[in-house]
């Protein structure tokens, strides 16, 4: 036997019994807390990004580069919290969402380097405010699709009217080139109706792509640790010393005079 409703006695059933004071103050109640860690997240990222960006100036200050190209951040949406939850098979409280769900909060830091990625991790993993929870070197040790980052699991403080509170942040730091290859990847894996040995094909292929993409990040930090070198920068001084200037004269004094200024000034 078939037990059916219309749709005219499904919405009445919903209106009479869903709709209703009680219902509405309990979703109110139980949204509450939800919101709540929601916008502590939300304030943990705003910490973690600062901190970043504060390094990144300093740099700037230090050594006249930057070696942040971008910061980017998200809050895992309500249906990834709640596919992991049962993936994972979380109890169903905040509290053990909070303990087992590490990367409800997520910054990805981009640098121009991949050296770049080890001296922010260090620089970050120093303060003294920053709890870490759990690192993650997978550009030591590349995941099996060739997939390269460093993650840190970390906990970070947020202040609250009255009491200080701990966040989960999972941060991922990766130069520009990884970062590319992570894109693509995740763009062409996540795309419907491949077929299952083309698939298999298509990892292969990216994987290799993953070499070669790490190999061109080697050769442009060497290129890199080439030109700041204190050898060549003496090159570079020695070549102009040795310039021919093709006048002589007063004009020609002031000229030279004018230059060795400002390299001067430069120098400062
Ligand atoms: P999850 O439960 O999926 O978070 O896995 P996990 O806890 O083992 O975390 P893992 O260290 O594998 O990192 C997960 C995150 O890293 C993902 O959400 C992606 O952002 C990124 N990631 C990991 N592996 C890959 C990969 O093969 N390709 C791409 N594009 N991203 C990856
Ligand atoms: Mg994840």
């Not at 001296?119 to 993650?136: G, V």
């Not at 590319?180 to 419907?192: L, P, T, V």
């Not at 200037?245 to 430069?266: H, N, T």
Request: net charge negative; aromatic share 8%; glycine share 2%.
């Amino acid at each position: 036997m078939q037990v059916g409703f219309t749709n005219d006695q499904m919405e009445k059933f919903i209106r009479d019994n869903l709709f209703s004071d009680e219902v509405i103050d309990t979703i109110s109640e139980n949204m509450l807390p939800i919101e709540s860690l929601m916008a502590y997240y939300r304030c943990a990222i705003m910490q973690v990004e600062t901190k970043f960006k504060v390094l990144d100036e300093q740099f700037s200050l230090q050594y006249d580069r930057n070696p942040i190209e971008t910061i980017k951040s998200r809050i895992k949406s309500m249906e990834g919290i709640i596919k992991k939850v049962r993936r994972k098979n979380v109890a169903l409280s905040l509290e053990a969402i909070e303990a087992e769900i590490k990367d409800i909060a997520g910054v990805r830091v981009v640098c121009s380097f991949p050296e770049d990625i080890y001296l922010l991790a260090d620089c970050f993993l120093q303060q003294d405010d920053i709890r870490l929870i759990e690192m993650k070197d997978y550009i030591k040790h590349p995941k099996e699709s060739g997939y390269r980052s460093l993650h840190l699991i970390v906990e970070v403080p947020i202040f609250l009217e009255n009491e200080k509170k701990m966040m989960k942040v999972e941060i991922q730091i990766r130069s520009l080139a990884m970062d590319f290859w992570a894109s693509q990847e995740h763009k062409i894996r996540y795309k419907k109706n491949i077929p299952e040995d083309e698939r298999e094909r298509l990892a292969v292929e990216l994987k290799e792509i993953a070499e070669e993409v790490a190999a061109i990040d080697g050769r442009m930090s060497e290129i890199r640790a080439r030109i700041n070198s204190p050898e060549y920068q003496e090159q570079v001084n020695a070549s102009k010393r040795n310039l021919v200037f093709p006048f002589s004269g007063p004009i020609a004094r002031e000229i030279l005079d004018s230059i060795e200024a400002e390299e001067e000034d430069e120098e400062e």
